[in-house]
């Protein structure tokens, strides 16, 4: 009973088994994960808007860019929270070890748990519940209008962009991607931290750090070369004067070199 | 690169490994003769799963060489792990996958085609196919892993302890399926059950803290290889003098009287007793009603190898620990 080769056998790229791995990781996540994912992180985002959107003389772009800047911390800490184990507990299960007896290379493995894990948290914790929020939040917008189901709908049937201060919902996508990459980079980040680290108060702790750091560049103002740029980013009175594209790729380039580095730590660790 | 069908399917020269300042591996030593079913026996914390990590590239070795198949397990590491089925000692798969999946999953990743419904059928777990890998009993669970290690058909099979933990029905039928699987590859597999070993292997190893203390075929520990030990019945009265007269011979090292015309002799020149004990034993009067070789028991060499000792608990345990450590 010899396994006949289904492509070619002699396959020996260093990721070969990277997109089967990732859909394993994808399906880890999905459906269950990322909506319980997308169950905490909405009503902060809702709660908050609608608590400060009360206030009465206050433009609802400032009220929003608030919001947005309070729940990407709200994200910061759920993704850190969920995604510690993304590593650490495949090593510790012996699911990492038995994955790697396979013909797949460790940097395969973490950069499959990687992709596989970036869309469903990018989802989860942000888009799905940002783009659910936006009627809420039009409906907020209007600041005559009583809060509920009514209002939402009423929102929905009338031009939105007429609010002063309420981003079109191209804007908000942008608001929300970049709040997802951030998001991404932190995953990647305890990618790193857990191609070394077992223990969970440990990985927590370092998460917490990374995202501390972030915060901590932001209010230098150096935030432009650093992702925590998405923090900045959101504030709708800067999306115009802030470039858009230099935080992506900064969000981006940061993931990168962050699962680079986890990649090259795994590779020397004793499974 | 393929290795002649002479050369050993697994060979190791003095691998060490260390952990910080604990060496796990001082250098170990041997060969795994191909299509054998080879024993790699040893107490807890003899070091047996670090060195099966070492060739499935799990661990790096501080020192010394290890090949599969003519491959260097460092250098070629992709390659041996293509061609080798690898039994964890506590195997664990994505737990949202299902038996079938797991399967799967591994001949995708191993680049053949599916085999889930034979290998299934040669586990016995046919009727478990959908059922998610969380669920299965321990012997269920180490089916699957045996499942897991033949997916592509390898030409050698690492199994670290493949009836650890199974009840003994469970037991059974696992050494019957490696029974089975001795004519498709090779099997170079860890234990410390000896009945197990007695059972299976044509070929044991004893590792004792780190190090090969004895390798070869199981005959030669069993019957012995330049000692040997018979049992011999003498009748009539001349049996008591022919016993003196045997025990006076060099070559003997120790006759031991049980009366009624029984002893024990033990010997230190096998091929010696062959030729000479039964013609001394009729010079000296002996009517020798029964002569024959005795089997030492695997239980009695072993313990006399590792000491009766039983090793560190948790080998495992000390891997991961310094590991992290």
């Known amino acids: ?271 | 690169m393929s290795a002649s069908s002479t050369a050993p399917a697994i060979e190791f020269h003095s691998l060490r490994k260390s952990f910080g300042r604990t060496e796990v591996l001082p250098g170990v030593t041997t060969e795994v003769p191909t299509h054998s079913v080879f024993g790699f026996l040893g107490p807890n914390g003899a070091g047996k799963s670090t060195t099966m990590k070492i060739l499935m590239g799990l661990l790096r070795p501080t020192s010394g060489t290890a090949r599969v198949l003519g491959l260097d397990v460092e250098r070629d590491s992709l390659e041996v792990r293509r061609r080798v089925g690898y039994l964890p000692q506590s195997p664990a798969y994505p737990s949202h996958l299902t038996v079938a999946g797991v399967l799967g999953l591994a001949a995708k990743l191993r680049g053949v085609a599916d085999q889930t419904d034979s290998l299934l059928e040669t586990v016995g777990l046919t009727d478990r196919a959908d059922r998610r890998v969380q669920g299965l009993s321990g012997g269920e669970a180490q089916r699957l892993g045996l499942a897991q290690a033949l997916v592509g058909d390898p030409d050698v099979l690492i199994l670290d302890e493949p009836s650890a933990g199974l009840d003994p029905a469970g037991r059974r039928e696992v050494l019957g399926l490696l029974d089975d699987l001795r004519t498709r590859a090779t099997i170079f597999y860890s234990t410390h059950l000896l009945d197990d070993v007695a059972r299976l292997s044509d070929t044991i190893a004893v590792l004792v803290r780190g190090e090969v203390v004895a390798d070869g075929p199981i005959d030669q520990f069993t019957i012995g290889d330049t000692s040997s030990t018979w049992q011999v019945r003498l009748d009539g009265p001349t049996a008591a003098a022919a016993f003196e007269t045997l025990a006076r011979q060099p070559w003997v090292a120790s006759v031991d009287c049980a009366g009624s015309g029984v002893a024990t002799v033990d010997t230190i020149d096998r091929t010696t007793a062959e030729h000479e004990l039964l013609p001394v034993l009729r010079e000296a009067g002996g009517h020798v009603a029964e002569l024959r070789p005795t089997r030492r028991s695997l239980e009695d060499i072993y313990f006399s190898l590792t000491g009766g000792t039983n090793g560190a608990d948790g080998e495992d345990g000390t891997d991961e620990g310094q590991a992290d450590g």
């Open chain 1, 1 to 271: 009973m010899k396994g006949r080769p289904m492509a070619d056998r002699s396959r020996s790229t260093a990721f070969a088994g990277v997109g089967t791995l990732a859909m394993v990781e994808l399906r880890r996540w999905l459906p269950r994960r990322a909506i319980v994912l997308a169950v905490a992180s909405l009503p902060i985002l809702l709660f908050v808007t609608f608590a400060l959107g009360g206030e009465a003389d206050t433009p609802f772009g400032e009220v929003l860019a608030v919001a947005l800047t309070g729940w990407s911390i709200v994200v910061v800490l759920v993704v850190v929270g969920t995604s510690q184990g993304v590593l650490a507990d495949a090593v510790e299960d012996g699911t990492a070890a038995w994955t790697v007896s396979m013909p797949v290379t460790r940097k395969a493995y973490v950069l499959a748990k990687f992709v596989g894990a970036a869309p469903a948290i990018a989802l989860g914790a942000v888009i799905v519940p940002g783009l659910v929020a936006y009627p809420f939040l039009a409906a907020s917008a209007d600041a005559n209008s009583e809060f509920g189901a009514v209002a939402v709908i009423d929102a929905l049937q009338r031009d939105t962009s007429a609010y002063a201060g309420l981003p079109s919902l191209g804007e908000y996508a942008i608001m929300l991607s970049l709040i997802a990459l951030l998001a991404v980079y932190l995953l990647a980040m305890m990618l790193l931290f857990g191609s070394r680290l077992t223990s969970a108060a440990a990985l927590l702790g370092f998460g917490l750090a990374s995202a501390a750091v972030l915060i901590v560049f932001n209010g230098l103002g150096i935030e432009e070369g650093t992702p925590g740029v998405a923090f900045v980013a959101v504030l709708p009175n800067r999306l115009e004067e802030l470039a858009v594209v230099p935080a992506l790729v900064a969000s981006a380039a940061w993931s990168a070199c962050a699962v680079v580095i986890a990649a090259w730590s795994f590779d020397r660790r004793p499974l």
